[in-house]
């Protein structure tokens, strides 16, 4: 399973969006450097608020571009950064992986899969209505999150859009993810 970086993103301060860059650069342990959401432990403020010592498992974020492509299809136009991603991809079921999945980004950087990002309703004050479309329901009734997966940083570089993203799954029985 192989795909494309298309655009990378971050933020020194706390906002909703996230202006594209022409290269980000991942830290080992800590996240996006410069990013607000970048460190060892939790930086989002609501996570903040409850517990501010807990492992920070969101230090980058991750959407398939092909999301953008289904809210448009669906009347909402959304590009990269814009729902607080750093990393936009192609050509990778981003959601389908399993916990623990590697992602190798470029030559060097590696990103290990935590979890789903669960969105916020700062979505629908981003674009009334966009909170439905990222939330759907499974044929079982539960919750579908596709506003992309969060992942630690387990080895640094730099991430520029072009660059390959090559995935690594764990040793087996896989796990799938859920709302970190």
């Known amino acids: 399973m192989d795909g494309r970086v298309t655009a990378v993103s971050s933020n020194g301060v706390y906002s909703f969006t996230k202006p594209n860059r022409e ?3 991942l830290v080992a342990g800590f996240g996006v450097e410069g990013d607000v959401h970048g460190g060892a432990t939790v930086k989002h403020r609501f996570r903040m608020a409850k517990d501010p010592s807990q492992p ?9 571009g092909e999301l953008f492509d289904e809210l448009r299809a669906a009347g909402f136009e959304v590009a990269a950064g814009q729902l607080g991603e750093n990393v936009t991809t192609r050509g990778i079921d981003l959601l389908g992986l399993p916990t623990g999945a590697r992602l190798l980004l470029g030559d060097e950087a590696v990103v290990e899969v935590t979890g789903l990002r669960n969105p916020c309703a700062q979505i629908d004050g981003f674009k009334k209505g966009l909170l439905k479309e990222v939330v759907g329901r499974g044929s079982d009734g539960r919750p579908r999150f596709r506003s992309g997966i969060m992942g630690v940083v387990v080895a640094g570089g730099v991430v520029r859009p072009g660059d390959s993203v090559r995935v690594g ?6 796990r799938a993810l859920e709302v970190v």
Request: hydrophobic content about 35%; aromatic content about 0%.
């Open 23 to 25: 290269s980000v650069t």
């Open 56 to 64: 920070n498992l969101r230090q980058v974020h991750l959407i398939h």
């Open 169 to 174: 799954l764990p040793g087996g029985p896989h």
